[in-house]
């Protein structure tokens, strides 16, 4: 496989939105067809380099600033978070229709996303990162200035600190390479950082933030593209920091830390979703439930761990496509969602967090105890999902922009897919762990059917295949027409959440006194680089990955 190959991800997006700015300028409009083209051209040019070989493959460009080197990868982390990226871009790419501009900056948004999980060090992941936020602020914008959506400094203050992580990194160690930094040089105070920038890219925290805030605009065509860009990202980081590592964080403290903020918040997601007053609001929750998960699973430190946050994630990137492709309707379509997202035996949700669970208990001490609370979490989300089941829809968005058909399909895979659990695992995950941890023998065998750990053996297809017949024997026997869509009291109130709500809100409005304000406003910066020509915001771009490699 030539080392070129290693481009095609990232190029072939970019080669489409060029094409159809020529056309969109010239007024012709390419639709739905050139876009999913791009998209669906990166997805195939990543399975093109990793599937033959299954082992990295590398491409040197040159030097990207002062000591920092233009360098890509193709390894098993890139596999499987480019498969996280581009899969459901690429579904919403083809399904839903966008005018040109909009499709040029979603699979501009897409090459970044890629480009920064392809990075071979932190330098240039920091700069394709914060090119993915800043189109993603523009992306968001430009569809609608009145809706809700993330700042550009909250994108951005991630992306800066990691910049100044591996800025860090190449002065003390000599070098920001993922691969060849010296595991000295990442010390205690260092890692912090680097977990800050993670947590802060993809807003692990335990109050509402933008990856639930997305699914209550009007559209959802950029909140879906936005999701499925930069969520990932936090995540990708904490999995390559293992990487720096050798296969460990710096202290057990950093895996306990990250595991209880990660708990957190998938309770509070939960709790937020238990009292939702519409179906809308319970389904922007599950995002970040999903990635609450994954993140107490990922931070574990064992390779059982790893694979089963992987697989969260996994499936929280095809409940993006999902959600942002699903009618505010009651039917087959909401309730299939609901049952596939809260973790309804067999499916894969189910199985993986089964495996987190398990993994927290292997960890022994404390972790176990968070295993605890992880069942606790999750007996929460199947109660709030029973609930949401009956719930009103909730402001709907134009049904032009969904497919219920698409979604109920995205949906039904999830939720019958779980007896190819442990062919996931083999395919997906595994390789992510053998890159970035000593793997135990045990995490890292059982085939093609089941899925072995320490203690346990968990025979996935024997297992999860008769619970499935059992699934679908309840399905039919089951009477639908007596669901009522209406207004469900919550199943317990969180304390002093209103209080917060209230405090949260005061220091949103809160205000600089005329004297001391500053000439520069980031919100009109915002807006300037949406409604301005792109030489504005690429100039930014280029002027920040200037500063940050110098």
Not at 76 to 104: C, D, H, K, S, Y
Not at 420 to 449: C, H, N, R, W, Y
Request: charged share 10%; hydrophobic share 55%; proline share 7%.
């Amino acid at each position: 496989m030539p080392s070129a190959a290693v481009l095609g991800p990232v190029v072939l997006p970019l080669i489409a939105a060029g094409v159809i700015a020529i056309f969109g300028f010239a007024g012709k409009s390419l639709g739905r067809v050139a876009a999913a083209a791009g998209a669906w051209s990166s997805l195939l040019a990543l399975l093109a380099v990793w599937v033959p070989i299954r082992s990295s493959l590398e491409l040197s460009l040159g030097p990207l600033g002062f000591g920092s080197s233009f360098d890509l990868r193709t390894d098993g982390v890139t596999f499987a978070f480019g498969l996280m990226i581009a899969t459901p871009a690429a579904i919403l790419l083809t399904v839903q229709p966008r005018a040109w501009p909009q499709a040029v900056l979603s699979l501009l948004a897409l090459a970044s996303a890629m480009a920064a999980v392809e990075s071979a060090g932190v330098v240039l992941t920091a700069v394709a990162g914060g090119t993915a936020a800043t189109l993603a602020v523009v992306l968001l914008v430009t569809e609608d200035p009145r809706a809700r959506r993330p700042s550009w400094a909250m994108l951005l203050a991630g992306w800066l600190a990691l910049s100044w992580f591996g800025v860090i990194l190449q002065v003390g160690g000599g070098t920001a390479v993922y691969s060849a930094v010296p595991v000295a040089t990442v010390t205690g105070p260092l890692f912090a950082l680097l977990t800050a920038s993670a947590v802060l890219v993809s807003c692990l925290f335990p109050w509402r933030t933008w990856p639930a805030d997305l699914w209550t605009r009007p559209s959802l065509r950029a909140a879906g593209i936005t999701v499925a860009t930069l969520y990932p990202m936090g995540f990708y980081l904490l999995v390559r920091a293992y990487e720096l590592g050798d296969d460990r964080y710096p202290h057990p403290l950093f895996n306990v830390a990250l595991a209880v903020i990660g708990l957190t918040t998938a309770f509070a997601a939960a709790a937020r979703a238990q009292a939702a007053p519409t179906r809308r609001e319970f389904l922007g929750e599950l995002i970040p439930g999903f990635g609450g998960f994954a993140l107490t699973a990922i931070a574990l430190g064992t390779p059982l761990g790893l694979i089963g946050g992987l697989i969260l994630l996994a499936t929280a990137s095809a409940m993006v496509a999902c959600l942002a492709l699903l009618p505010d309707q009651a039917g087959v379509a909401s309730l299939v969602t609901i049952a596939a997202a809260v973790g309804l035996p067999p499916g894969i949700a189910f199985g993986a967090r089964v495996i987190g669970i398990e993994a927290t208990f292997e960890a022994g001490d404390f972790i176990g105890l968070i295993g605890v609370a992880s069942v606790v979490t999750w007996v929460t989300w199947m109660v709030g999902g029973a609930r949401a089941i009956g719930l009103p829809a909730g402001r709907g968005h134009p049904l032009v922009e969904t497919s219920p058909k698409v979604s109920l399909l995205i949906a039904m895979l999830t939720l019958v897919g779980g007896p190819a659990l442990a062919v996931i695992k083999a395919g997906f995950a595994d390789p992510v762990a053998a890159e970035v941890m000593q793997p135990s023998t045990s995490a890292l065998t059982g085939g093609l059917t089941n899925v072995v750990t320490v203690s346990s053996v968990l025979p996935a297809a024997t297992l999860f295949a008769p619970l499935l017949v059992f699934a679908a024997l309840a399905y039919g026997l089951a009477n639908m027409s007596t669901i009522r869509t209406q207004a469900r009291p919550a199943l317990f109130k969180v304390p002093a959440a209103e209080a917060l709500s209230r405090a949260r809100t005061a220091l949103r409005s809160a205000s600089v006194p005329e004297q001391y304000r500053t000439i520069l406003n980031v919100r009109e910066l915002e807006m300037a680089a949406a409604g301005g020509q792109p030489v504005l915001w690429l100039g930014a771009l280029v002027a920040l990955a200037y500063a940050v490699t110098r």
